[in-house]
């Protein structure tokens, strides 16, 4: 199918994409990679009569690393994300869920912005910002907002972003000291979305214990999950081959997933226990390779 008719609106900066959005209402849409847009537009799923690109606005498409701070454009493309320095040290979970996205044609449209703007439960971006406890910056008429991850993401592709907002970047605090992390999946083919996925960022310290961990799933939820009950099954201790099983089984104790055409709920829940306690290994292994080449 083709969409119906649309304006495309090509603004310059963003206090012109803002003006656009108000004048359009809800008539109007963000357009950034359209890697998901783009083919609800074909299936008229979406039908806007005025798609507002944000491709040539500059201010967003930088990352940019304080001190305190990793802070990325909402136009970067996971491409760009994915090859980042500055991402692979101040994010280090981050940048280990870029190759999971889809195939690197799509990774060099799509943004790290609009797959988080988007709110799809089973893509590794929403898990990460959740896990990371990252900031999304909105901009609208009335203001900018920053939004924590734990309360952006409201329902299945539901987000606290209003229509006539733009999300301009993620902020995440990047880690202190020797840090490891892993992402892993289960997808019936490589580069679909996977049935579920899981992600593990690791700080260790000195004693080799773990002084800080953040677990995420994908496609185990409405919205994208953090593994509160494993974290605090592993934080403060050394892992071993039974924290981590009491890990997995802490998470399979309290997921609720769906059924569908590709997996039952059960076997979900058995993947998501599972690929838990893999990356907790290998994102404690990384971290104290870390450690060692630091000493
Ligand atoms: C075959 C295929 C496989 C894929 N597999 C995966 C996968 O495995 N994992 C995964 O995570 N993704 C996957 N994707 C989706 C891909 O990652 C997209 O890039 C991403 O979901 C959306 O990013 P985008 O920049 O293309 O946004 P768009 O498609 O342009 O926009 C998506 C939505 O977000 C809104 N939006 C975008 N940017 C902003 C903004 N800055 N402010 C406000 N609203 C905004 C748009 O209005 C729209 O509603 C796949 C896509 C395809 C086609």
């Not at 930088?62 to 454009?73: E, H, M, S, V």
């Not at 060099?108 to 988080?116: E, H, L």
């Not at 000195?206 to 592993?234: F, K, N």
Request: with cysteine; hydrophobic share 45%; glycine share 8%.
């Amino acid at each position: 199918m083709k969409p119906v008719d649309f304006e495309l609106h090509r603004p310059e900066t963003l206090s012109e994409a803002i003006a656009l959005l108000a004048e359009h209402g809800e008539d109007g849409k963000v357009l950034a990679g359209g890697q998901s847009l783009v083919p609800l537009l074909n299936f008229r799923l979406a039908r806007p009569e005025h798609l507002i690109d944000l491709g040539r606005i500059a201010s967003l498409t930088a990352i940019r690393r304080t001190p305190q701070r990793l802070i990325i454009g909402a136009m970067v493309t996971h491409a760009q994300a994915e090859r980042s320095v500055a991402v692979a040290q101040g994010a280090p979970l981050m940048a280990r869920a870029f190759p999971h996205i889809a195939h690197q044609a799509i990774r060099a449209r799509g943004t790290v912005g609009g797959s988080i703007a988007h709110g799809d439960p089973a893509a590794e971006m929403t898990a990460v910002a959740v896990a990371l406890e990252a900031i999304m910056v909105a901009v609208g008429p009335r203001g900018t907002r920053e939004i924590p991850a734990r309360d952006f993401f409201i329902a299945n592709l539901v987000t606290a972003l209003d229509h006539d907002e733009v999300l301009t970047e993620v902020r995440i605090v990047p880690p202190a000291g020797p840090t490891g992390a892993a992402f892993e999946e289960v997808a019936r083919r490589q580069g679909d979305f996977a049935l579920v996925g899981a992600g593990a960022q690791v700080r260790l310290a000195q004693d080799g214990t773990i002084a800080d961990i953040r677990i995420c799933l994908t496609g185990v939820s409405a919205t994208p999950h953090r593994a509160l009950e494993a974290e605090a099954v592993l934080i403060g201790h050394a892992i071993s081959p039974e924290s981590t099983q009491t890990a997995a089984d802490a998470t399979r104790d309290v997921l609720n997933p769906s059924s569908d055409l590709h997996a039952t709920a059960d076997y979900r829940r058995d993947v998501a226990g599972t690929l838990v306690s893999r990356v907790v290994k290998t994102a404690v292994q990384r971290a104290t390779f870390d450690t060692t080449s630091a000493a």
